[in-house]
């Protein structure tokens, strides 16, 4: 591992690696494997990411909208690529890049079948999105019928995959509520079996699915946060590794006496003689304001040191008092040691979201293994 001498995101291609053989070996061999790569890859860099399953020989990729795909069909992405939520307005691009849409609604569903028949197409792939209690997106149970009769009524296109989205599966406390979203699922998956004369394939888990639910992974599973490294319980994070390191760089350490303010806002006042240092990470890099305040923390030779005062746009200060430190020493926002998901749980939030944060002006790295 390198020293930082900026703010950078570290990337272990390695620990990629490990993860998908990890999630792999839950699965039968038949079941498929998706890797979900929206959002950058989870705030990491989604064309590295997606060339590297690639490599590993990943079923499928997803993203949520078009763009995604468009710019890893761009960067060379071959393998076939699953948007989970695009919209009408992107149709055209999607049949042009190869790309598969998840069809949620009876509008969408009309308005790609329109948009493939005008461009020609014979049995383009797309996939059917059921909501069995999410409630967030996807068609209801008694929409099986006018669904076929629409696909039956055009060659444009195929029902490649049916597939709905579990609410709860981190959650051992909705055992019951999950068990009832996947009995949902299979009584529409049979429903709309019986109506076609093909197979589609089904697939309903997410990382916390595939670890907690092994009789529900059916064809294909959607692997996203794992990948990552992140398990969502204290048992399998030990299991995986994160594959990014947010690191920075002490650019100025000062000294202040009792009541002089640190920050916008005079938010931080000195209690004694105190030492601070300036990190040049800020809001506008994923650090949110929430961290702000005491909340969040860095970690400066194996110690922690407390933000103090306001987040700003591209710096934090931090509490180095009782640190031995000098400029230009590494800063630790969050490694494999040092967990983001810890440093999410201090602002109330979720490993998802400091990761999916961390925006495109920092630099990524990638670790040679
Ligand atoms: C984001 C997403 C996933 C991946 O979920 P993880 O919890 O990150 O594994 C799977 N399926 C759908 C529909 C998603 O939106």
Known sequence: ?????????????????????????????????LAVVKAFAYGSDAIAIAKHLQKLNVDYLA???????????????TIPILVLHPQSIN?????????????????V??????VAEVKSQTDYPVHIKFNTGLNRLGFWKNDVDSIVSKLKDTDAVIAKS???????SEDVNELEFTTTQIETFKTISKVFESKVDYKPWLHL?????????????FDMVRCGIGLYGFGNSVKEDENLKPIASLKSVISQIHNIEKNETVGYNRAYKAKGFE???????????????????GKGFVIINGKKAPIIGN????????????????????????????KASNLAESANTISYEILTAISQRVKRSFLSY
């Open 162 to 168: 049916i597939f709905s989205h579990l609410a709860a």
């Open 109 to 114: 569903l009309n308005e790609f079948i329109k």
């Open 63 to 77: 993203v949520a909208y078009t763009k995604e795909g468009v710019a890893l069909r761009d960067a060379g992405i």
């Open 91 to 107: 149709f055209e691009t999607l049949i042009d890049r190869c790309l598969e849409p998840s069809l949620y609604s009876k509008h």
């Open 311 to 338: 987040v700003c746009m591209d710096m934090i200060m931090v509490n180095i008092s009782d640190i031995d430190c000098r400029e230009g020493d590494e800063v630790i926002i969050f490694n494999s040691a040092y």
């Open 275 to 293: 030492k601070t240092a300036t990190i040049p990470i800020g809001h506008a890099d994923g650090v949110g304001r929430i961290y702000g305040n």
């Open 1 to 33: 591992m390198s020293k930082a001498q900026e703010t950078v995101l570290e990337i272990d291609l390695g620990a990629l690696t490990h993860n998908f053989n990890y999630l792999k070996s839950k699965l039968q061999p038949k079941t498929k494997f």
């Open 205 to 217: 888990c997410n990382t916390s699915g595939v670890i907690n639910y092994t009789e529900a992974h």
